[in-house]
């Protein structure tokens, strides 16, 4: 195989990887390091792994916000998209209902 080939597969699949990432991906990085913690052997890696559990909740909770707040704007956004097509769409009736009364039952006002 050719070596940019596999390079360019294992650059899609880390982009995957990173793309699907969710709050609920980091809470599980923080829960493994809090494992990590408890069986860890020396002090120092006990407390480095207990700082890399508390910096992956921090971001979890931070990102849980941010996917929150995304979700609230696209439902915000949906909404906002419908009132103006329903305002576009009944102001164009009533443009349309507008013009049929002003050509009246024979259609006199019309261009020929």
């Not at 408890?38 to 916000?65: G, I, K, N, W």
Request: net charge positive.
């Amino acid at each position: 195989m050719h070596p940019t080939l596999l390079l360019s597969r294992q650059t899609r699949a880390e982009a995957d990887r990173w793309r699907t990432t969710t709050s609920a991906h980091l809470r599980q990085r923080a829960r493994d390091y809090r494992l990590a913690a408890a069986v860890a052997d020396c002090p120092r890696e006990e407390v480095m792994f207990c700082d890399l559990a508390m910096m992956f909740d921090q971001l979890a909770y931070e990102f849980r916000r941010f996917e929150n707040d995304c979700r609230r704007a696209s439902v915000r956004n949906e909404q906002t998209s419908s009132r103006t097509s329903t305002s576009r769409s009944s102001w164009l009736a009533r443009l349309i209902s507008a013009g049929n009364r002003a050509d009246g039952p024979q259609g006199a006002g019309r261009c020929k």
